[in-house]
């Protein structure tokens, strides 16, 4: 199992922006497909974003669609999550997913999250 240690969360005000991080301890992270998830209080979690394991290819839900974008850097055996024009309803813990192609988020490496807070 790949160890994730999400960081980068905070208190932004409406309309500002964050950039999440998501270190990985695995040293073959380059062969992971990497996801964002988040979950918002009493609600399930949801799909945000993801990106292939060469970088290629990145994957966004609806709701953030030209507002999160994520990166990866593999020298740094890191994923990020770019996130602008935020809205009070982005407010959530936002974990971050590891799985090898093929497999499953379910059945991959989750990180324990970061909580983003967006004010109006």
């Known amino acids: 199992q790949v160890q994730l240690v999400e960081s980068g969360g905070g208190l932004v005000q409406a309309g500002g922006s964050l950039r999440l991080s998501c270190a990985a301890s695995?040293?073959?992270?380059?062969?992971?497909?990497m996801g964002w998830f988040r979950q918002a209080p009493g609600k399930e979690r949801k799909f945000v974003a993801a990106?292939?394991?060469?970088?290629?290819?990145?994957y966004n839900a609806d709701s953030v669609k030209g507002r999160f974008t994520i990166s990866r850097d593999n020298a740094k055996n890191t994923v990020y999550l770019q996130m602008n024009s935020l809205k009070p309803e982005d407010t959530a813990v936002y974990y971050c997913a590891a799985t090898l192609p093929g497999g499953t988020w379910g059945s991959g490496s989750w990180g324990q999250g970061t909580q983003v807070t967006v004010s109006s």
């Open positions: 990106i292939g394991w060469s970088g290629g290819t990145t």
């Open positions: 695995e040293r073959t992270f380059s062969s992971y497909n």
